[in-house]
Each structure stands twice: as C-alpha cells, then as structure tokens.
Nanobody, 117 residues
Framework: QVQLVESGGGLVQAGGSRRLSCAAS????????MGWFRQPPGDEREFVAT????????YYADSVKGRFTISKDNAKSAVYLQMNSLKPADTAVYYC??????????WGQGTQVAVPA
C-alpha cells in the first residue's frame, strides 16, 4: 500500500509558477507509475500528467503541454509538478496518484491551486 500527501498549492497570480510535491510512504515506490489529475470547480476530475516508474517517460494533457513538467525522485519517494505560465483555467484541486496494474491505484487528498482572473 502507498500513502500519498500533496503539498505546494495556494494562490498564484496569472502568469506565475508553482511547484506541487507529492510525498509517498509505503513500500515499493519505484514500482509505480505516478501522475497528477485535477478537478476544476464544478467540473469532473481530468488527467494532467504522468511519469513512468523509471522516470524516463512522461505524458501530458494538451492543455498543460509546454507549461507543466512532471518529475520523479525514486530515492526520495516523491513526484513533482512544476507549473509555469499559470492561467485561471488551471484553477483546480490537484491530486497525485500512484498506479501499478498488480499492486493497485492510490490517490492523495489533493491540494488546491487558485489562479484568479
């Protein structure tokens, strides 16, 4: 089992940057693909970015491509989301997840990011 705790959310001006962190505890962190989803106010949860177990492959939603960067530190059992050029449309609760087809999928509690218009 994996426990995930996100941090780094807050109020950010449009055009600004923010880095979200997701700290994992439990066994076998390096066995999981990691990623981020987000849920805008009044909307459904949507995919943001994912990174492979080794950290060598990444994939992004079109809406964040070129602005967000996901990274993973297996030694620290952490995954990060660097967000640049933030827009009001990026306002959401951001959730970290860990996924393994055998071991299961785990979610954090979320961290709020607000980018006022």
């Amino acid at each position: 089992q994996v426990q995930l705790v996100e941090s780094g959310g807050g109020l950010v001006q449009a055009g600004g940057s923010r880095r979200l962190s997701c700290a994992a505890s439990g066994r076998n962190f390096s066995d999981y693909d990691m990623g981020w989803f987000r849920q805008p106010p009044g909307d459904e949860r949507e995919f943001v970015a994912t990174i492979s177990r080794s950290g060598t492959s990444t994939y992004y939603a079109d809406s964040v491509k070129g602005r967000f960067t996901i990274s993973k530190d297996n030694a620290k059992s952490a995954v990060y989301l660097q967000m640049n050029s933030l827009k009001p449309a990026d306002t959401a609760v951001y959730y970290c997840y860990a996924k393994n087809p055998v071991l299961g999928t785990y979610w954090g509690q979320g961290t709020q990011v607000a980018v006022p218009a």
